[in-house]
């Protein structure tokens, strides 16, 4: 059986990310990027799917860290006689992109073994494999891995498999290196200069970092994750670097992340400025304009890394998924839903980027109009809310809240669409008006106390927590109290917050990122204690190198969900700098 999430640590290159379990073995890698085709896909089914294990071939007590300040994995593997530690990474892309393997010895003499299970398409198919002086070169199609080490391997169909032994004081170092099938092998790298350019690298980024928090370890662990996520070439953000991992144990949630969503840019935006890291925002922001292009007005909630539109959803119908999940998908058909907060969130990211000094380009102002009309026109139109149904679509009301939002900034920042003629001012201040007038008509049960998912329904919804964070109503407005409250008594559990109600008989875990924002309005609420609380509950579900999932299974306390997700990490860096000290807001102040 695939192990669990908390098993996993990620290494990365800023263009794809591995994981690597416990035991050894990396069991999921995307390549050349993070929306590539995995080549390592044992995470969703089993070791025939691809995998790469370097480990001792008896039991061992493990330990593992990050070098401090970096995304260099240690893992330490105890026997009873002997110790042996691996050293994963994958270095700056300067060097060509590889995954790189230290075997260092400690004590004694380990018994090791080497497993090799390269599977395109998904887990499909294996490349051909030729032996080579010091190892073996794999293609298929455009795909080119060449495996470099200094035991004798065995090749096998699409791998390789070794048995060998390390001393204390030996250092056996193995490279696996991607390349274009067109051309020559990838040159041998140069490892220990690649280590220290690694090293150098993530550490002179994170000595950026001077923000006061009173969680320096989660914060900084939490932005390293994050710019692990971030594609270097464009500045876009993925989700997560995994898909069908899901929501419930054997569930059917399960959602391709590897893509870039609209949704999260203002969180992204604001955890960046707030973190000090103005030309990542900046890169961020500029990475949506190019996504948007020349028609904002038919903008998507997801794009690809590189900003390009189609991600088709498919089924991978030869993987039996993690732990039995099925289905297994590629692709994301949320892209084209109509989702009308997106456009508000796109908004006040434009908004909080004015706020803080960054350049209005031209384009920026199209956006910015064009969206407002759209908005305009479509404010009152049904969709499929935050959560991404694919049910019936409703009045979600933090959708019409991210509506008010999106006029509410072009209005305050009048820069954001240069001059506008007296009838469109006015025009955007009455939707502003009615938009709000609508939410606290609609949107508020008056039996209940408090504001609903949707208009018309009784449920709650955790998103209601940003409506004092995005300045819909102040927290010390009644209706917002209440609701927070009523959150509060139905919606969470073991001091964790889940998003919404679950229907009967279908569970539902904690939304990790939801805790936080209930820590951020108690924070407003002058709760000070009780928004340290809920924080350090929900940090303390991380796994042991500090990685959070989308979600948290309350029944069977473990992860669950895309792992790691950026949303869960940049909550925690919105929120322990703002329980912390002063920090931009996105609502302002």
Request: glycine share 8%; aromatic share 8%; proline share 5%.
């Amino acid at each position: 059986m695939t192990a669990p999430l908390e098993d996993y640590a990620m290494i990365g290159d800023r263009h794809t990310a591995a994981l690597v379990g416990r035991n050894g073995s990396i069991d999921w890698l995307c390549w050349p990027r993070f929306d590539s085709d995995a080549c390592f896909a044992a995470l969703l089914g089993t070791a025939a799917n691809g995998r790469w294990l370097i480990g001792p071939d008896q039991p061992a007590r493990v330990t593992r860290r990050y070098q401090t300040d970096t995304l260099v994995l240690e893992t330490d593997f105890e026997t009873a006689d002997s110790a042996v530690r691996i050293i994963d990474f994958m270095p700056c892309r300067d060097t060509g992109t590889a995954v790189v393997r230290i075997v260092e010895g400690l004590r004694g003499q380990t018994a090791m073994q080497l497993d090799l299970r390269l599977r395109f398409d998904y887990g499909k198919i294996p490349p051909w494999t030729e032996t080579t002086a010091d190892g073996f070169r794999a293609r298929i199609g455009p795909d080119q891995i060449v495996l470099r080490g200094p035991v004798p391997c065995q090749a096998r169909h699409g791998g390789a498999d070794a048995a060998f032994i390390v001393s204390a004081g030996q250092r056996l170092v193995f490279t696996l290196q991607y390349g274009d099938a067109c051309r020559d092998a990838p040159a041998p790298l140069d490892v220990p200069g690649a280590l220290a350019d690694t090293q150098r690298d993530w550490r002179d980024w994170i000595g950026r970092f001077d923000k006061p928090t009173l969680w320096p370890d989660a914060t900084r662990r939490s932005l390293l994750t994050l710019r692990a996520l971030i594609y270097a070439p464009s500045g876009g953000l993925v989700a997560a670097p995994t898909t069908s991992l899901p929501e419930t144990p054997g569930g059917k949630n399960n959602w391709d992340y590897r893509y870039c969503w609209l949704r999260d840019a203002t969180f992204t935006v604001s955890a960046l400025l707030n973190a000090g890291y103005h030309q990542e925002a900046q890169e961020w922001r500029d990475w949506i304009l190019r996504a948007l292009a020349g028609t904002p007005s038919e903008l998507r909630i997801l794009y690809r890394v590189d900003g390009s539109r189609h991600v088709n959803e498919w089924d991978v119908d030869w993987l039996p998924g993690y732990r039995y999940a099925r289905p297994v998908r590629v692709g994301n058909a949320a892209a084209a839903q109509r989702q009308i907060d997106v456009m508000g969130e796109v908004l006040d990211t434009l908004g909080l980027c004015v706020r803080v000094g960054l350049d209005v380009s031209e384009q920026e102002r199209h956006v910015a109009r064009a969206i407002a009309e759209r908005i305009e026109a479509i404010w009152q139109d049904m969709g499929q809310g935050i959560w991404e149904s694919r049910g019936e679509p409703r009045q979600y009301t933090y959708s019409k809240v991210m509506a008010w939002v999106g006029i509410d900034r072009v209005l305050q920042h009048r820069e954001l669409m240069g001059h506008i003629d007296p009838d469109m001012q006015r025009r955007l201040q009455a939707t502003r008006a009615r938009i709000h007038r609508d939410v606290c008509e609609e949107g508020y049960h008056t039996g209940l106390g408090s504001f609903v998912q949707y208009y018309g329904g009784e449920q709650l919804d955790a998103s209601l927590l940003l409506m004092p964070l995005v300045n819909f109503l102040r927290v010390d407005d009644p209706r917002i109290a209440n609701t927070i409250s009523a959150i509060e008594r139905e919606l969470m559990q073991d001091g964790l917050v889940r998003r919404k109600s679950p229907p009967p008989g279908q569970p539902e875990g904690a939304f990790l990122a939801c805790s936080c924002w209930l820590a951020d309005c108690r924070q407003l609420q002058g709760r000070h204690q009780e928004a340290r609380d809920v924080l350090d509950r929900m940090l303390s579900v991380r796994n042991d190198v500090g990685l959070l999932s989308e979600e948290y299974d309350l029944r069977g306390n473990f992860l669950s969900g895309n792992f790691p997700q950026a949303l869960t990490h940049l909550a925690v860096v919105t929120t322990t700098l703002g329980l912390s000290g002063p920090v931009v807001r996105r609502g302002g102040g």
